[in-house]
């Protein structure tokens, strides 16, 4: 499935449509190109959930951000500088699933070995400097389910 986004506003309703769905161990991978709008559609899932604005908008090099506050335990990862499989192991970014957190993860395609079995997978593209469009694919049943949850009805 694809969706238009028109402005960043739409990205910012893709992410409150995501946060109300989301539950503890939901996994969504994002991909895209630099300025595809990744990190604007992280940020509206997070500010959805009620994580606090300035908590968001602080600037970290960390892989893994935690993100208090919101309605579920979530976590954002950027694996834009992951080398490799064993440097994201080594920052406990896999157990946070199975510990009960949401994550929402850039540039997934990065380390696709990442991904696990279910999860919602969101592909931006840079269809003008005004616009973006969101190719919606969902994995396992879990997947599956807020993919279609997510279509346009
Ligand atoms: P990425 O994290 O993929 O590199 P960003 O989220 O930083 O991309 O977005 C890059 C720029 O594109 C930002 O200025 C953002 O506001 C803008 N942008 C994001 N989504 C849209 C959209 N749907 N329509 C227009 N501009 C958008
Ligand atoms: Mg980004």
């Given at each position: 499935?694809?969706?238009?986004?028109?402005?960043?506003?739409?990205?910012?309703?893709?992410?409150?449509?995501?946060?109300?769905?989301?539950?503890?161990?939901?996994?969504?991978?994002?991909?895209?190109?630099?300025?595809?709008?990744?990190?604007?559609?992280?940020?509206?899932?997070?500010?959805?959930?009620?994580?606090?604005?300035?908590?968001?908008?602080?600037?970290?090099?960390?892989?893994?951000?935690?993100y208090d506050?919101?309605?579920?335990?979530?976590?954002?990862?950027?694996?834009?500088?992951?080398?490799?499989?064993?440097?994201?192991?080594?920052?406990?970014?896999?157990?946070?699933?199975?510990?009960?957190?949401?994550?929402?993860?850039?540039?997934?395609?990065?380390?696709?070995?990442?991904?696990?079995?279910?999860?919602?997978?969101?592909?931006?593209?840079?269809?003008?400097?005004?616009?973006?469009?969101?190719?919606?694919?969902?994995?396992?049943?879990?997947?599956?389910?807020?993919?279609?949850?997510?279509?346009?009805s």
């Amino acid at each position: 499935m694809t969706v238009n986004l028109e402005g960043s506003a739409r990205t910012r309703a893709l992410g409150r449509r995501i946060a109300d769905l989301l539950r503890p161990g939901d996994f969504v991978g994002l991909v895209g190109e630099l300025g595809a709008g990744k990190t604007l559609l992280s940020r509206s899932i997070c500010e959805a959930l009620g994580v606090p604005r300035e908590r968001i908008a602080s600037p970290t090099f960390a892989i893994v951000h935690p993100y208090d506050g919101g309605r579920i335990p979530i976590h954002h990862a950027d694996l834009y500088r992951v080398e490799d499989y064993d440097e994201l192991y080594a920052t406990g970014f896999l157990d946070l699933v199975s510990e009960g957190s949401a994550l929402i993860v850039e540039w997934i395609d990065r380390i696709p070995e990442a991904a696990p079995a279910e999860w919602l997978r969101i592909e931006l593209e840079h269809v003008s400097p005004q616009a973006r469009s969101a190719r919606i694919t969902g994995f396992g049943p879990r997947g599956e389910e807020l993919a279609r949850a997510l279509a346009p009805s």
